[in-house]
T-cell receptor, first 108, second 115 residues
Framework: GQQLNQSPQSMFIQEGEDVSMNCTSS?????WLWYKQDPGEGPVLLIALYKAGELTSNGRLTAQFGITRKDSFLNISASIPSDVGIYFC????????FGQGTRLTINP | DSGVTQTPKHLITATGQRVTLRCSPR?????VYWYQQSLDQGLQFLIQ???????AKGNILERFSAQQFPDLHSELNLSSLELGDSALYFC??????????????FGEGSWLTVV
């Protein structure tokens, strides 16, 4: 089945640092989505990308849809404590497939 | 608030029992998805329904079944429960857009603990 490789699996950073994570696939997709999940809650959609090369921002978050349509990255600038959580990339057509997640921990 | 409602939020039951999880999708969304998330695991796709019909199937066990009703709400039935079935079960819904495909929105999940 379709598999997404999301990296890194975890990150430990200082407050104020920038964060970068990415997702790659062996298949071409038309959509890339980035979600954030807080403990015990459902994933919340952060950014949706629908076009190869597209660069989209949502506050301090920026995501890009790779030109090859096989990858995407998410950047968080000037991290703050509430950025802590698990970030998932997702893509797919009929069924959305998720990466394994990047667990972000921030030291104040 | 995503607009997707799941009940119950928490459920504790014994092995061998059967439970039903309920989901109300966002208003207007025709597709409902069920995902399972075990402790420290990613999201595993179980099944998708579109307007009452099964559309896609993932790694759903034979002991599990789902359906979508005419009012578009959905139920996930888990039977002969085992300890390993303890997990967060998420429902999500979406409306398909020809230009953008499926963008799905998740409910807050149902915590199932099997003891």
């Amino acid at each position: 089945g379709q598999q997404l490789n999301q990296s890194p699996q975890s990150m430990f950073i200082q407050e104020g640092e920038d964060v970068s994570m990415n997702c790659t696939s062996s298949s071409i997709f038309n959509t890339w989505l980035w979600y954030k999940q807080d403990p015990g809650e459902g994933p919340v959609l952060l950014i949706a990308l629908y076009k190869a090369g597209e660069l989209t921002s949502n506050g301090r978050l920026t995501a890009q849809f790779g030109i090859t349509r096989k990858d995407s990255f998410l950047n968080i600038s000037a991290s703050i404590p509430s950025d802590v959580g698990i970030y998932f990339c997702a893509t797919g057509a009929q069924k959305l497939v998720f990466g394994q997640g990047t667990r972000l921990t921030i030291n104040p | 608030d995503s607009g997707v409602t799941q009940t119950p939020k928490h459920l504790i039951t014994a092995t061998g029992q059967r439970v039903t999880l309920r989901c109300s999708p966002r208003s207007g969304d025709l597709s409902v998805y069920w995902y399972q998330q075990s402790l420290d695991q990613g999201l595993q796709f179980l099944i998708q329904y579109y307007n009452g019909e099964e559309r896609a199937k993932g790694n759903i066990l034979e002991r599990f079944s789902a359906q979508q009703f005419p009012d578009l709400h959905s139920e996930l039935n888990l039977s002969s429960l085992e300890l390993g079935d303890s997990a967060l079960y998420f429902c999500a819904s979406s409306v398909f857009d020809r230009a953008t495909g499926n963008t799905i929105y998740f409910g807050e999940g149902s915590w199932l603990t099997v003891v």
